[in-house]
């Protein structure tokens, strides 16, 4: 089984609209993290937010939050205010395990999103 | 702002030769991972790094791949005879001890001939 399912392989969105990426997760470990990198055509791997499980609250930085649904295991990102330069490929990853220290991550296989004016 | 540094951006090489992907972690991180992106596909973890060891690695990570820190700053991942299915985005990242938040580096392409 997927550990991370992003069942959307595009979305479109125009610009100044809200976006919500999917991502749903498989773990039986209490203890994980979850997190949303971008990836630009460029090719660089940018982190964006992190969840972890025993958060209270959703994650939020600037225009990026994050859903955490966890009794759905799902871990949705939403982007407020589309800009053109938010178009690229954005991967759900997932740490179990441990609080902190070392951790692999496992990857989903990513939403391309694009952005038009 | 601190960041992660790869080098070479792009490298080429031939089927069977040896090739060494350079990777200048954050300075004040402790654990180091290469992960690899074949293209089109998701990223995919191969091996962790602390303390001067291996802590984890994947069932990519065969004899054919090593990893070493020959000094304070360098993280080196090298691929003793590469086979055309090497060809990837290849991305260290560190983290850490307190967070477990991994910077990636902007990755080495490599292209086997």
């Known amino acids: 089984a997927q550990k991370i399912t992003q069942t959307q392989p595009g979305m479109f969105v125009q610009e100044k609209e809200a976006v919500t990426l999917d991502c749903t997760y498989d773990t039986s470990d209490p203890s994980y993290g979850l997190f949303w990198y971008k990836q630009p055509s460029s090719g660089e791997m940018i982190f964006l937010i992190y969840q972890g499980s025993y958060d209270q609250q959703n994650a939020t930085e600037g225009r990026y939050s994050l859903n955490f649904q966890k009794a759905r295991k799902s871990a949705n990102l939403v982007i407020s205010a589309s800009q053109l330069g938010d178009s690229a490929m954005y991967f759900c990853?997932?740490?179990?395990?441990?609080?902190?220290?070392?951790?692999?991550?496992?990857f989903g296989k990513g939403t391309m999103l694009l952005v038009s004016p | 702002e601190p960041e992660v540094t790869q080098t070479p951006s792009h490298q080429v090489t031939q089927m069977g030769q040896e090739v060494i992907l350079r990777c200048v972690p954050i300075?004040?991180?402790?654990?180091f991972y290469w992960y690899r992106q074949i293209l089109g596909q998701k990223v995919e973890f191969l091996v962790s790094f602390y303390n001067n060891e291996i802590s984890e690695k994947s069932e990519i990570f065969d004899d054919q791949f090593s990893v070493e820190r020959p000094d304070g700053s360098n993280f080196t991942l090298k691929i003793r005879s590469t086979k055309l299915e090497d060809s990837a985005m290849y991305f260290c990242a560190s983290n850490r001890g307190d967070t477990d938040t991994q910077y990636f580096g902007p990755g080495t392409r490599l292209t086997v001939l």
């Open positions: 990853a997932m740490r179990e395990g441990k609080d902190s220290g070392y951790s692999t991550l496992t």
């Open positions: 300075s004040n991180h402790l654990y």
